[in-house]
């Protein structure tokens, strides 16, 4: 009996090592993907050719970048963070 429930305490707390993972993980996928929209959106501004779009892409801009501070300020010290090194491969820590 007491194996049978030391088994499955084992198997509950290597479930949560997997979800802790994989929600660092989707902190780091969520700055990322707020980084990505603010960039295409500034692109955008750089290659508009009429004030009105440019401003639209700005504001666009503006607001996939307050998007991706505050995430970062609110997953600071939390997330696991990207690292290319030397050798173009990726790295992980937590950041």
């Not at 996928?29 to 401003?55: I, V």
């Not at 696991?80 to 173009?88: L, M, R, T």
């Amino acid at each position: 009996v007491y194996r049978i429930n030391w088994l499955k305490a084992r198997a509950r707390r290597d479930r949560w090592k997997e979800e802790v993972s994989l929600v660092r993980h989707e902190m780091l996928w969520t700055c990322l993907w707020f980084e990505y929209h603010k960039d295409m959106w500034e692109k955008r501004a750089l290659q508009s050719t009429e004030p009105g779009k440019e401003a639209y892409a700005k504001k666009q801009m503006g607001l996939w970048n307050d998007f991706a501070k505050k995430a970062r300020l609110m997953f600071q010290g939390k997330q696991v963070d990207c690292i290319q090194n030397g050798s173009g491969n990726t790295q992980y820590g937590v950041c």
